[in-house]
């Protein structure tokens, strides 16, 4: 630490935060994976370049470099826009508290923020801002300490110059010093002596959601303000990417772009995970480390499940149990903060877990998520899991045929056939290879009816489909949204990839109980003329296919699909196919 200080204290920073220009590389049709999809499949041959689309742009973001090292064991860092929104935050509460004053005892008053808690998402890289934070006060000769523990703290004054110290020589500091003297710690605070509030100093905490419970005297008495820091965005963790772990001047290659594309989506915005924990280096050390990372994620699943699957109840995220699989998302005002299950893989992997080990709890879980609006992306993704599931299992489905108004609707009876796993397409060329005749014109006859679903979660407009007829082909657009736009793109990927002979088009919305009035208008679909301008006898069709909660409590109640039998009755009769011993009863 004294290095850092004699290269800092008092001196312009120059060069050692300056602005810098980087590639950007936006995937605008990447691979994000699909539901139960491998990760293990995600290497650079399983997605090539056509598939991959990548637009570059440059982007200026501020970065930090010293000679010496910092705290956090590095000597470069990405300034995140983040860092200069918490520091302005920082220098404001701290000036306020010396507004209002004791006359007698020169103790600020009592509702006043003495100290302060920098929360979020454990691994998004609170400990990079201290260090920023410890930087800027070296440079501007602002007396600031490090703690460590109480046993083992840096303090950088005129005096001291970054030299170790501990807890008990702070405390016998002078007012005068103390008032002046920000203490930045990542640590629990929970020796009383810190709950005094004659110490005119401002502590700075910087912790996980655990540690930050673990200090709750020093909340209660020193009354900290608080703000939650936003996740990463994708341009961040590509800059920082390239300036804290490549540090060249080269290009990103597209294998190591796919590669953290896959976990920035996958696992979450979490500056840690992407940067960090799992390597790129090569394909080898890359997907051991997804598969380390996987178990300790079906681990927290685990937890999750013996618990009730409530970890999430009053936003706790615990440092220990819950991080990799919920995510602290904060307020505007960042002085709160919601959890959400980290990502829709995540989720699936939630859904697919507590499926094996019950299926009544796994609908359990479902309500739940479903009644709080802060958590309807994650009932989406249940929802998804549920309607993939009862789709792959083959039968008779009826759905009603849109817009719908008082007068009887024409409905659309179609079949899947059984299925023991999913059939996935990689993409619009693997679709093609695998329903095309060879040699031939049109599709393989033994494809209708079977349920394909894309690897790839960024298919546009695209979340299943089904060959119905040799002339046929159904869209599946799975949903809890209130109203749910069909993109031209998507479409157009998806007909350009199809045998010419198919000259029916028909988009399904496959929707709970709740939205049957909402889906009874057509939806903002492109024109058959406008995908195939040329083309005569061409339709495209909309229709909704309803998967109500009590089909979804009988898949619970009952256990295993019973086998199909046709017939049914569209939205009038719950909305799918017919199973014999849907009636509910207890048991799986």
């Not at 699943?301 to 602290?328: C, L, P, W, Y």
Request: proline share 4%; aromatic share 12%; with cysteine.
């Amino acid at each position: 630490m004294e290095t850092l200080y004699n290269e800092l204290w008092g001196k312009p920073l120059g060069k050692v935060i300056e602005d810098r220009s980087f590639t950007v590389y936006e995937p605008q049709y990447c691979f994000s994976p699909g539901y139960k999809v491998d990760l293990y499949a995600t290497g650079h041959d399983a997605f090539p370049i056509p598939e991959a689309n990548i637009v570059e742009s440059n982007r200026v973001f501020k970065v930090l470099k010293t000679v010496s090292k910092l705290p956090c064991g590095m000597n470069r860092l990405l300034v995140r826009s983040e860092f200069l929104d918490a520091e302005r935050e920082l220098v404001e509460v701290e000036s306020e508290k010396w507004t209002d004053v004791d006359s007698e005892t020169g103790i600020p008053a009592s509702d006043m923020n003495l100290d302060y808690n920098i929360g979020g998402q454990p691994g998004s890289g609170k400990q990079y801002f201290f260090d920023y934070l410890l930087v800027r006060r070296i440079s501007a000769s602002q007396a600031t300490a490090v703690r460590i523990n109480d046993s083992e703290c840096y303090l950088f004054n005129a005096n001291s110059h970054g030299r170790k110290t501990d807890a008990s020589t702070l405390f016998a500091l002078p007012d005068k010093e103390k008032r002046m003297l920000w203490i930045l710690t990542g640590e629990c605070i929970d020796d009383a002596r810190w709950y005094n509030n004659g110490h005119g100093w401002f502590v700075v905490l910087a912790a996980s959601p655990a540690k930050v419970t673990a200090s709750r005297q020093w909340v209660k008495e020193r009354n900290p303000g608080v703000w939650y820091m936003k996740n990463w965005q994708w341009d961040e963790i590509v800059a920082a990417f390239r300036f804290t772990v490549e540090k060249g001047p080269g290009r990103i290659t597209l294998e190591q772009l796919l590669m953290l594309y896959t976990i920035f989506t996958s696992f979450g915005p979490i500056g840690r995970t992407c940067l960090k924990t799992i390597s790129m280096r090569n394909e080898s050390r890359y997907n051991q480390a997804i598969s380390r990372y996987i178990g300790d994620v079906d681990n927290e699943i685990k937890t999750f499940i013996q618990t009730g699957g409530f970890q999430m109840e009053g936003n706790g995220v615990d440092q220990h149990a819950s991080h990799r699989i919920s995510i602290m998302e904060p307020e505007n005002d960042r002085q709160s903060y919601k959890s959400q299950i980290t990502t829709r893989w995540i989720a699936h992997r939630v859904f697919e877990q507590v499926q094996k080990k019950s299926k009544l709890k796994c609908f359990e879980l479902y309500q739940w998520l479903s009644a709080k609006d802060e958590l309807r992306s994650a009932a989406g993704w249940f929802f998804e899991g549920y309607a993939h599931e009862w789709l792959c299992k083959g039968g008779s489905f009826i759905a009603n045929k849109l817009p719908i108004g008082d007068h009887q609707t024409s409905c659309l009876e179609f079949l899947t056939s059984s299925s023991t796993g999913l059939s996935y397409f990689r993409n619009t060329k693997d679709l093609a290879l695998k329903v095309h005749k060879q040699n031939g014109h049109g599709i393989e006859e033994d494809v209708i009816g079977k349920y394909f679903v894309p690897e790839n979660a960024n298919f546009e407009s695209v979340d299943g489909l089904v060959f119905t007829a040799l002339d046929t082909v159904i869209l599946f657009q799975i949903t809890i949204a209130k109203s749910h736009n069909i993109k031209f793109n998507g479409l157009k990927r998806i007909w350009d990839s199809i045998p010419l002979t198919i000259k029916n088009i028909q988009i399904v919305f496959v929707i709970p109980d709740n939205l049957i009035r909402n889906y009874a208008k057509l939806q903002n679909v492109p024109e058959a003329s406008d995908i195939r301008p040329k083309a005569s006898h061409f339709t495209i069709s909309q229709y909704r296919l309803v998967l109500t909660d009590q089909k979804i409590q009988s898949m619970a109640l009952v256990g295993p699909f019973k086998e199909p039998v046709s017939g049914g009755g569209g939205d009038r009769s719950g909305g799918g196919a017919d199973y014999r011993g849907d009636t509910l009863m207890s048991g799986t």
